[in-house]
């Protein structure tokens, strides 16, 4: 398995991305590494580290693509930069996925560019797992890829988390439903209404619409909504989760009884921790493109990467899920031609 992994993108770059990628690097011993960016940094980076060498390759890049710039303007100027020339990588099949913490909207448009899109989809999506506090992973997507979606694409996406459920949460025959303001099949906006129904005539395992206060109580595996809303929902979640461990630890400080009171509740203030840490499974995937790309937080540290590396990558490509996906699509396409 070849990853080629953006060493220079993302708030911590290269330190905490090299240091995450090591430690996949010695968990997994069919995992090959090319840290694509600055070879002079990277090198400096790793005489701290202990790695298998021959597992691990530097492909030189000159140029960085910010996390303020441009997205199509930068991924087609910065020919030279980390992210582009380690896209190339995946197009020339010299690795089986990309991995980065770089600037969203770049990574987007280059898989798009440099990979293309699977045979039957009209827009990639990205998706996050989140947690779900009666059971496994909820997967929520899209989260941020496109801003507007139409039905048709709304019930792709669909279906590609429902092969990611299947293939690396392991959910047999994966619960589906549409984010909406209300249960009911009448409610939402148009685009939603003409949504329920392509999924409930197309969509194995339809469960209706959900609510977004059922999301993290596993009533479904996979929640389907459109980028701006998934967006807005994850940082929302994300916000809360660290708002409210913040003001636990805060408020702890105070008393000496509180204090002493968190000490016997330490187990638990851990368990949620590990609940609503976003780091557990390392990244989202950019579902659709004809490749593996996998998208990390921009603030990702070391834990983040080596998650992404061995939650998301490693079984991503054993289990060859792009082609499972693209059957998928296939499969879709005749139904709607009424093949």
């Known amino acids: 398995m070849r990853v080629a992994i953006d060493a220079m993108g993302g708030d911590h770059a290269p330190g905490e991305i090299i240091s995450g990628a090591l430690a996949a690097l010695n968990t997994l011993q069919n995992l090959h590494v090319t840290l694509v960016g600055n070879e002079n940094e990277i090198k400096s980076t790793l005489e701290s580290f202990k790695y298998p060498v021959g597992r691990l390759a530097i492909n030189h890049a000159a140029e960085v693509i910010k996390s303020d710039d441009d997205p199509g303007l930068s991924i087609r100027s910065k020919k030279e930069s980390s992210m582009v020339k380690a896209l190339q990588m995946v197009r020339s099949n010299d690795a089986d996925a990309i991995l980065s913490a770089g600037n969203t909207g770049a990574l987007m448009a280059g898989g798009v560019l440099f990979l293309g899109r699977m045979s039957g989809i009209s827009r990639p999506a990205l998706l996050t797992p989140m947690p779900g506090f009666k059971g496994?992973?909820?997967?929520?997507?899209?989260?941020?890829?496109?801003?507007d979606a139409r039905p048709e694409q709304l019930l792709q996406y669909a279906f590609m988390g429902r092969i990611y459920a299947q293939q690396i949460l392991g959910y047999p025959e994966p619960r589906v439903a549409l984010l909406n303001v209300g249960v009911e099949s009448n409610k939402g906006n148009n685009q939603v209404k003409k949504a329920y129904n392509l999924f409930q005539e197309f969509l194995p395992g339809f469960q209706g619409n959900i609510e977004g206060t059922e999301v993290f109580l596993n009533v479904a595996d996979v929640v389907v909504c459109d980028g701006f809303v998934g967006n807005i929902f994850l940082k929302s979640t994300e916000g809360l989760s660290r708002t409210i461990l913040g003001f636990f630890k805060q408020e702890i400080e105070k008393k000496i009884r509180y204090k002493i009171g968190a000490l016997l509740l330490q187990p638990v203030f851990f368990n949620l921790r590990n609940e609503i840490d976003d780091s557990g499974y390392g990244?989202?995937?950019?579902?659709?493109?004809?490749?593996?790309?996998?998208?990390?937080?921009?603030?990702?540290?070391?834990?983040?990467?080596?998650?992404?590396?061995?939650?998301?990558?490693?079984?991503?490509?054993?289990?060859?899920?792009?082609?499972?996906?693209?059957?998928?699509m296939d499969d879709l396409a005749k139904q709607f031609k009424g093949g």
């Open 136 to 147: 496994k992973a909820v997967l929520f997507l899209d989260v941020g890829a496109n801003m």
């Open 283 to 328: 990244g989202a995937p950019l579902m659709g493109v004809d490749g593996l790309c996998i998208k990390c937080h921009g603030s990702a540290k070391a834990r983040s990467i080596e998650q992404a590396l061995l939650k998301q990558v490693h079984p991503f490509v054993r289990k060859k899920v792009t082609n499972q996906l693209q059957s998928a």
